[in-house]
Nanobody, 126 residues
Framework: QIQLVESGGGLVQAGGSLRLSCAAS????????MGWFRQAPGKEREFVAA????????SNADSVKGRFTISRDNTKNTVYLQMNSLKPEDTAVYYC???????????????????WGQGTQVTVSS
């Protein structure tokens, strides 16, 4: 069973950047599709970005288009979320998630993910 640990969150001013990392252990990382979700206070957890085992990625075009990029390094068992041009509305707890499958397209629904990290807080000040 894969375990996931996020890091890299923090407080940043609007317009700034952060890079989140999610370190995986306990399983063959390259066999898992990976995703990032976020949850703001009082809101449902929403899809941010995902990447397949072969590196095909997709992001939530409505909320993070052109600003966030997901990537993975199978040699380091890590998936990243590079966040640029941050806005106050990006403030949320960011979760890393995984699913065991070699799907052609990245999965975007919460219920398609089987494993979750504990989350890391990102706060963007105006």
């Amino acid at each position: 069973q894969i375990q996931l640990v996020e890091s890299g969150g923090g407080l940043v001013q609007a317009g700034g950047s952060l890079r989140l990392s999610c370190a995986a252990s306990g399983a063959t990382f390259s066999s898992y599709g990976m995703g990032w979700f976020r949850q703001a206070p009082g809101k449902e957890r929403e899809f941010v970005a995902a990447i397949t085992t072969r590196g095909i990625s997709r992001s939530n075009a409505d909320s993070v288009k052109g600003r966030f990029t997901i990537s993975r390094d199978n040699t380091k068992n890590t998936v990243y979320l590079q966040m640029n041009s941050l806005k106050p509305e990006d403030t949320a707890v960011y979760y890393c998630a995984a699913y065991y499958s070699g799907t052609y397209l990245p999965r975007t629904r919460r219920d398609e993910y089987d494993y979750w990290g504990q989350g890391t807080q990102v706060t963007v000040s105006s």
